[in-house]
């Protein structure tokens, strides 16, 4: 099936630093969407992204979709602790109508 | 709170097993998703439902299957279960069809002993 590449893995960071991630694919996706991930909790959507080049922000988060259509990145500054989860991209491609393609995630820890 | 419930959220069975996992999407919501996640991986897409039909099927095997009833609910049944199914199974909804956001529910964490 359509696999999306995020990287890193996992980051150990202190707080106050800032974060970035990326996903990769060799598909075109139509909407890009970050997720974070809580322990026991389903994801909860961050960032929706719906056009090649858009930049859009929440709070300390920054997410773009790649003028490509087939990357993404997100990043959060100035880290806290709440920050600590999984964080996934997912994609819509445009042949795979609503249904999303997940990264397999970025484990973030924040060291206070 | 998603509005997207899952019950139960717990369950521990033995291999050979059967066990139907049940979702109820946000209000109004007419497509449903069913997601796997195993431990330490990233969510994998199984079967959608549109108003009662089956829209799209992933990587689902032939021992799962799944319906969504007149009232929106979702079912996920797992049959002769194996060590290997044991995860988390998220339900998700939105509206329609259309591309954005999905409503992802707590998850039902499946434990095959």
């Known amino acids: 099936g359509q696999q999306l590449n995020q990287s890193p893995q996992s980051m150990f960071i202190q707080e106050g630093e800032d974060v970035s991630m990326n996903c990769t694919s060799s598909?075109?996706?139509?909407?890009w969407l970050w997720y974070k991930q809580d322990p026991g909790e389903g994801p909860v959507l961050l960032i929706a992204?719906?056009?090649?080049?858009e930049l859009t922000s929440n709070g300390r988060l920054t997410a773009q979709f790649g003028i490509t259509r087939k990357d993404s990145f997100l990043n959060i500054s100035a880290s806290i602790p709440s920050d600590v989860g999984i964080y996934f991209c997912?994609?819509?491609?445009?042949?795979?109508?609503?249904?999303?393609?997940f990264g397999e995630g970025t484990q973030l820890t924040v060291n206070p | 709170d998603s509005g997207v419930t899952q019950t139960p959220k717990h369950l521990i069975t033995a291999t050979g097993q059967r066990v139907t996992l049940r979702c109820s999407p946000r209000s109004g919501d007419l497509s449903v998703y069913w997601y796997q996640q195993s431990l330490d991986q990233g969510l994998q897409f199984l079967i959608q439902?549109?108003?009662?039909?089956?829209?799209a099927k992933g990587n689902i095997l032939e021992r799962f299957s799944a319906q969504q009833f007149p009232d929106l609910h979702s079912e996920l049944n797992l049959s002769s279960l194996e060590l290997g199914d044991s995860a988390l199974y998220f339900c998700a909804s939105r509206p329609d069809l259309g591309a954005g956001e999905l409503f992802f529910g707590e998850g039902s964490r499946l434990t095959v002993l």
């Open positions: 992204l719906y056009k090649a080049g």
């Open positions: 997912a994609g819509q491609l445009r042949t795979s109508g609503s249904r999303l393609t």
């Open positions: 598909s075109i996706f139509n909407t």
């Open positions: 439902y549109y108003n009662g039909e089956e829209r």
